[in-house]
């Protein structure tokens, strides 16, 4: 009998599970000719003896090699090395005809949507705002999906699950706002989705019908403009100042036709960063039930306030049931997590639902399960403590290192909170050109464009400060220093 405890290496430390390394192992060997076709198998006690392992393991290596056609099973007389092995080496690959570029049907194109394309490392780049994936909890999160993926117990989470989402999570995400945010809500109020950008399409795709008027600013989320008019959205534009919104312009629309939507970034106004004030909102809720229309309140970077305290939701004081609140756990966490929530009254989150459930049949259960036990645990609330005293220390870093070597080229106020300044930059400087520079110079600046909708020629973009730490920014910025003296 060949030395089967030899020739087949094992390690308990691998993620691997032993059956599986059992089976690789002998496919090897069979494949170099050591284990020669038509072998017999010695059987699972006798090998499980040689390799120190539970017989069980060994019946579901031979279990994985039949299935895959390495073993044939001969019966009364055991397993034997298949006569026709599994094809090892691909074919030599057949010319075929170029795949076409157009269909031969007629469909109607839909237009881009504008988004940060961002270089790869190591180019430094100032972002819309993001987190610092650096700071993710990423080694506790990756234990509780691996946790819950091998309990006997969670095996439910690998099948099909409730298009609305994990009720543990959607439990733990409705403590979690009643306690931070005032909503007095349950898990039935709540739909998780693929991120906020997801709640604001099927939100979009709920309400809206072409040629429906939909209030925004005139400085504004760029996603959310073009899903808005991806749905046939008439969209009005509001002028934004230091507060906000303004919300008297938006009485007088009101008053002029009927409007369908209201979207808004409160807490830190996109792109702006300005945080709409206490009557305005308390305005706007009265405007919203007396003119009948629905208010999208997109609270994307509510866990990061760094003056005082933060002003709560629009839909912590909606008694009427006039605010759909978005959010997203990739603001919170990485933004590869596609987790978000969208928060309203259960007969609208259902009827969301059943449109979730047309697009995308469901979230990662297992992915949904482990946050859940991240908020329970108390390790999320840990995270979003370290995470703002350390992005209030990068943005007063940003802001110092602005004032200092750039006092006159650009304007900005500090926020109070989020993940980036708003900087309008002087007339004469060409932003683009700016922009241009600076990528060959190692850093990604946005060019402004992005936020030019319904307000061109702002000069102006979003210097993310979260995702850069302290030496980061230095150089970011003196990068930004040195590539502007060839332009102004």
Not at 328 to 343: E, H, I, N
Request: charged share 20%; hydrophobic share 40%; glycine share 6%.
């Amino acid at each position: 009998m060949l030395p089967y405890q030899t020739i087949i290496p094992l390690d308990r430390a691998l993620d691997q599970p032993l059956y599986q390394q059992v089976a690789t192992g002998l496919a090897a060997e069979i494949r170099r000719g050591i284990i020669a076709v038509g072998t017999r198998l010695p059987g699972s006690r006798v090998l499980a003896e040689r390799l120190g392992l539970n017989r069980q393991t060994i019946i579901a290596a031979y279990d994985e090699l039949v299935a895959q056609g390495w073993l044939e099973s001969r019966p009364r007389q055991g397993l034997f090395v298949a006569p026709r092995l599994p094809q090892q080496v691909p074919a030599a690959p057949v010319a075929l005809p170029a795949y076409p570029v157009h269909p031969a049907f007629a469909f109607e194109p839909v237009p881009t949507v504008a988004t940060q394309v961002l270089p790869a490392l190591p180019v430094l780049v100032f972002n819309d705002g993001f987190p610092d994936v650096r700071l993710a909890p990423l080694d506790v999160l990756t234990r509780a999906y691996r946790a819950i993926a091998r309990r006997p117990s969670s095996r439910q989470y690998l099948r099909y699950g409730s298009p609305q989402g994990s009720a543990h999570l959607r439990e733990a995400l409705a403590a979690d706002l009643r306690d931070t945010r005032g909503l007095a809500i349950t898990a039935e109020n709540i739909l998780i989705t693929r991120g906020s950008q997801q709640s604001i399409f099927l939100t979009a795709h709920v309400l809206l019908r072409p040629g429906d008027a939909v209030i925004v600013g005139e400085t504004n989320y760029f996603a959310a403009t073009a899903t808005f008019q991806h749905h046939g959205g008439r969209l009005l534009a509001v002028p934004v100042d230091a507060h906000g919104l303004d919300v008297d312009a938006v009485e007088r629309l009101c008053q002029q036709q009927p409007v369908r939507l209201l979207y808004v970034t409160p807490h830190h106004h996109h792109p702006t960063t300005v945080t709409l004030r206490a009557d305005r909102r308390l305005k706007l809720l009265r405007l919203a039930a007396e003119y009948g229309f629905a208010i999208l309140e997109d609270d994307y970077d509510f866990d990061f306030h760094y003056t005082g305290s933060p002003i709560l939701p629009l839909a912590s004081a909606d008694t009427a049931g006039s605010v759909i609140y978005v959010g997203s756990l990739g603001k919170t966490l990485m933004p590869a997590l596609r987790v978000g929530y969208l928060v309203a009254p259960s007969a609208l989150v259902q009827a969301v639902t059943n449109v979730r459930r047309l697009i995308d049949r469901q979230g990662d259960q297992v992915l949904e399960e482990a946050l859940a036990e991240l908020y329970q645990s108390g390790e999320m609330s840990r995270h979003l403590r370290r995470a703002q005293r350390v992005y209030e220390g990068r943005r007063d870093r940003l802001c110092t290192l602005l004032r200092e070597q750039l006092p006159t080229a650009l304007h900005f106020e500090q926020p109070s909170g989020g993940m980036a300044v708003w900087a309008r930059f002087a007339s004469e400087i060409n932003l683009n050109a700016l922009s241009q520079k600076c990528l060959r110079n190692g850093l990604y600046l946005n060019d402004g464009s992005l936020y030019e909708w319904q307000k061109p020629n702002q000069n102006a973009t979003r210097l993310g400060f979260a995702s850069l730490n302290d030496t980061e920014l230095h150089e970011a910025v003196a990068i930004l220093a040195h590539s502007l003296q060839s332009l102004w």
